[in-house]
């Protein structure tokens, strides 16, 4: 099975942001247009995207323009986040196009929501968790909150109540280029759902070492937008 690479896209007020310690900010990649960045990710290869609504992460109401992504790419498949929290807000991004959702790490302090989104959305929910070494510890509008979770614990409940696959994002290394932090995916993987990584990825052989360690894909942003990692070299790889 080859190893899943989703483009990231950021999206503020309509347009591609990257996001940093001070916050949002515009990026200047595909003119600015997420639209035409996922169709040129899709025209390279890309089978799969990954669209953040940063308008719910930092302003707590959708503002994704998802329709106009979804015509654009309508045979890939598309994986929301941006920090949905419950079922309801989901069902607002399934129902403009989206194939699956990113279940928020502000979510996890809610077990029974947990469950009821999990239950709900069934195979349509990858569970995110936003780690910082063997804790998780949400971000609220891109700033880590100081409530946090013990990782292991938490991924075990969530594997008995049904958790279907995990997003693990490195949260001190988003956008920092700086490599994955690749020792709590390893540890997710042993709980036995399909995991995906995030977080510092820049290049195919950070890649690598995530496939390595058991990650059946990962979410590439900065590294893809800005061209260091070539989708189609990419690409190529992970289908060899």
Known sequence: MPFAILPALDVRHGRLAAVDEEGPRPLDAFGGDPVAAARAFVDAGASALHVVDLDL???????????????????????????????????????????????????????????????GGGGSVVVGLEVDGDRIRPRAGGAVREDELDLMTTVGWLQAAGAPAFLVTATGRVGALDGPEVEPVRRVV???????AAGGIRSIDDLRVLRDVGAVGAVVGRAALEGRIVMRDALAWAEA
């Open 57 to 119: 992460a930092f302003d707590g109401s959708p503002g994704l323009d998802l329709v106009a992504i979804r015509a654009a790419v309508p045979d890939a498949l598309v994986q929301v986040s941006g920090g949905i929290a419950d079922l309801a807000t989901a069902r607002v991004y399934l129902e403009a196009g989206a194939d699956r959702f990113v279940l928020s790490s502000r979510a996890l302090h809610d077990e029974a929501g947990t469950i009821a989104a999990l239950t």
């Open 190 to 196: 042993r709980a036995g759902r399909p995991t995906l």
